[in-house]
Every structure is written in structure tokens, then in C-alpha cells.
């Protein structure tokens, strides 16, 4: 079993950032895929980012490709999601998310294993 606990979110105008952190619970960090995903009011549940477990290769949603950077750290079980030139269109509940398989953006949310609670991010024009 695996908890993930979201922080770093809030209020924020456009352009600027924000930097989301992902703590997770459990010594096998390192054996899980992590991702973020995010869903805006009235639309489903989008992958945004995901890394390997070594953190060595990485993926983005196209909407956030050059502007969003995800990392993570397996001696702190912790996994990231730095977010620059933010606009509007990012405002979202912010959700790590974690799978012994794998996350892409062809993955369906319910079959990945574990989720956190969500975080609001809001960006203001």
C-alpha cells in the first residue's frame, strides 16, 4: 500500500509558477512509475507528466511540453512537478499518482494503483 500526499499548490498569475511535491509513504518508492494528472471543472481526468522509476526518462502531455518539468527523488520518496509560464488554461486539481506498470497518457486513470488526494492550482489572467 501506497500514500501519496500533494503540496505546493495555491493561487498564482499567469506566467508565473509553482513548484507541486508528491510525498508517498512505504519503502518501495522506488519500484512505482510516477505521474501527474490534473482535472479542470467540467472535464475528465488528464495525464500531465510521468517519470521512470530511475528518473531517468520522462514524458509530458503536449499542452504542458517545454513549460512543465517532472523529477523525483527515491532517497526522499518524493516526486515533483515544477511549473513555469503557467496560464489560465493550467488551473486544475493537481493529483499524483503511482503504478508498478506504467503511466502515459494512453493509460487509463483506473487502472493505475494508486492516488493521491489532489491539490488546487489556480492561475489567474
Known amino acids: 500500500q501506497v500514500q501519496l500526499v500533494e503540496s505546493g499548490g495555491g493561487l498564482v498569475q499567469a506566467g508565473g509558477s509553482l513548484r507541486l511535491s508528491c510525498a508517498a509513504s512505504g519503502r518501495t518508492f522506488g519500484s512505482y512509475v510516477m505521474g501527474w494528472f490534473r482535472q479542470a471543472p467540467g472535464k475528465e481526468r488528464e495525464f500531465v507528466a510521468a517519470?521512470?522509476?530511475?528518473?531517468?526518462?520522462?514524458s509530458y502531455a503536449d499542452s504542458v511540453k517545454g513549460r512543465f518539468t517532472i523529477s523525483r527523488d527515491n532517497a526522499k520518496n518524493m516526486a515533483y512537478l515544477q511549473m513555469n509560464s503557467l496560464k489560465p488554461e493550467d488551473t486544475a486539481v493537481y493529483y499524483c499518482?503511482?503504478?508498478?506498470?506504467?503511466?502515459?497518457?494512453?493509460?487509463?486513470?483506473?487502472?493505475?494503483?494508486?492516488w493521491g488526494k489532489g491539490i488546487l492550482v489556480t492561475v489567474s489572467s
Open positions: 517519470v521512470s522509476r530511475s528518473g531517468r526518462f520522462t
Open positions: 499518482a503511482a503504478d508498478h506498470d506504467y503511466i502515459d497518457s494512453g493509460r487509463s486513470a483506473q487502472l493505475i494503483d494508486y
